[in-house]
Structures are given as structure tokens and as C-alpha cells.
């Protein structure tokens, strides 16, 4: 059973920072692939960044050299360190993973949590 837990949105202003968490449940960091993406109000979603198991990245292009994402096996931890940010990065971000590598390379996911709020003045 595939359960994430994200922690770490806020509000911060622009050229700001935050680091968003993610504890994934125990096993799942080992055998799937895993990422983020972010949900505008009213708007659909926009895969961030995704990382496989091999440790191959994927990231947006509004993202790279911006972003940062990296994974903590021992702590069953996904983390997405996230620099100058801006205020259009202003959104839902979800914590995901898809056992297919390819799917999740290309942003599309199985399971998801349940997000957190990142708003950027």
C-alpha cells in the first residue's frame, strides 16, 4: 500500500526558498519512481520534477537550475529543495510515485498524497 505524507509548503516571497518533504511508506523509495507536481487553483496539473530508481531526473524546464530534487532511502524521504522561487511556482504541490519509470520520467503518476500549499508574494 503506497502512502505519502508531504510536509514543508508555506509562504515566502519572492527569490525565497523552501524545501518541500516527502515520507513515503516504508519499501516504496526502493521500487518505484518518484516525484512531484503542482496543481494551480482551477487549472490542472504540471509534473515538476521526477526522479527513477536508477536516479535518471526529469524536471520542467519553468524549474531547472531552480529546483532540486532527491530522495533519502534510509528515511523513506523525498525531498524537493526549491530556490528562487516565484510567484507563478504559487500551488499545490503533491508528492507522487508510479512503479513504470518511463510514466513517471513523463509526469504521469499512480499515487499521490494529499499536498501542500506553497504561495509565493
Known amino acids: 500500500h503506497v502512502q505519502l505524507v508531504e510536509s514543508g509548503g508555506g509562504s515566502v516571497q519572492a527569490g525565497g526558498a523552501l524545501r518541500l518533504s516527502c515520507v513515503a511508506s516504508?519499501?516504496?523509495?526502493?521500487?518505484?519512481?518518484m516525484g512531484w507536481f503542482r496543481q494551480y487553483p482551477g487549472k490542472g496539473r504540471e509534473g515538476v520534477s521526477a526522479?527513477?530508481?536508477?536516479?535518471?531526473?526529469s524536471h520542467v524546464d519553468s524549474v531547472k537550475g531552480r529546483f532540486t530534487i532527491s530522495k533519502d532511502n534510509d528515511k523513506n524521504t523525498l525531498y524537493l529543495q526549491m530556490n528562487s522561487l516565484k510567484p507563478e511556482d504559487t500551488a499545490m504541490y503533491y508528492c507522487?510515485?508510479?512503479?513504470?519509470?518511463?510514466?513517471?520520467?513523463?509526469?504521469?503518476?499512480?499515487?499521490w498524497g494529499q499536498g501542500t500549499q506553497v504561495t509565493v508574494s
Open positions: 507522487a510515485a508510479d512503479e513504470r519509470n518511463w510514466y513517471c520520467r513523463n509526469f504521469q503518476f499512480n499515487f
Open positions: 516504508e519499501g516504496i523509495m526502493d521500487t518505484y519512481c
Open positions: 526522479m527513477d530508481i536508477d536516479g535518471q531526473v
